[in-house]
């Protein structure tokens, strides 16, 4: 299976980013599988809740479901979601057919998201004929206790880490460092392949680095790949292989 890491850029709207996703879309259409961060349709910034009103939303799902089918390629990614006067911050499953197959509501939420967010509740998989496919969002890779326990039984062969996470090249603080450790421990006690998708740059604080460098974490724990730092890409990683080529 050859999967899309999208390090996209991150834009300040709705239109910015449902326009860069649908081209990323629509020019690996030879993916059987793209995988795009956290909050990708809106992006995580101050002005997050007027991006995040749900008919833009769901007009920009739209868009890319049409762009699924034309491409035939299994999507994953990020928005907030509203439902019964609640926002969410979810991520999803759009299938080659165009079909929303399954919503993972985010349940570790930090300080600044539940000023706005609503935390869901568990963790579920998604059978699809690629593999079987579960997720946990950014900072719930230090929640690895919790992460383990709702997914044990289902057994998942890959997990989806989209993220909003800066981290160094050359110095990691101790933060980041329990959330790639927990990561670790996820896929080594799941026995399952963690694949992130890591914002590239912050719209916030512009002048932050060390964003991107998405990882590869195999079924035995260990990083067997990694996307460039502070970079806009595609990484092309080869589940059967574990060849990684940067577009």
Not at 84 to 89: A, F, I, L, S, T
Not at 148 to 175: A, D, H, M, R
Not at 185 to 198: E, F, H, R, Y
Request: with cysteine; net charge negative; proline share 4%.
């Amino acid at each position: 299976m050859k999967v899309g890491i999208a390090q996209m850029p991150m834009d300040w709207t709705v239109e910015g980013n449902t326009k860069t996703i649908c081209n990323v879309v629509n020019k690996n259409h030879d993916l059987d599988v793209l995988v795009f961060p956290e909050l990708a349709i809106t992006g995580f910034h101050r002005d997050i809740k007027n991006q995040a009103q749900k008919n833009l939303v769901e007009n920009a799902l739209n868009e890319i479901s049409i762009q699924c089918q034309l491409s035939n390629t299994l999507v994953f990614i990020g928005y907030p979601l509203n439902e019964n006067n609640k926002v969410y911050n979810v991520y999803s499953a759009i299938n080659e057919m165009g079909a929303l197959e399954i919503v993972w509501r985010k349940v570790g939420l930090t300080p600044s998201e539940c000023t706005f967010f609503e935390s869901g509740d568990k963790r579920s998989i998604l059978e699809h004929p690629l593999g079987t496919f579960s997720s946990y969002l950014c900072r719930e890779a230090s929640d690895f206790n919790w992460v383990v326990e709702q997914l044990s039984v289902q057994s998942p062969s890959y997990i989806l880490w989209p993220s909003y996470i800066g981290q160094s090249e050359f110095s990691v603080n101790t933060e980041n460092t329990n959330y790639e450790e927990g990561s670790k421990k996820i896929a080594q006690s799941l026995s399952a392949m963690v694949i992130q998708c890591n914002w590239p740059n912050s719209l916030n604080n512009s002048n932050d680095k060390g964003l991107g460098g998405s990882k590869i974490i195999s079924s035995h724990g260990d990083i067997i790949a990694q996307l460039p730092f502070d970079k806009n890409c595609i990484g092309v990683f080869d589940t059967t292989t574990h060849e990684l080529v940067i577009r």
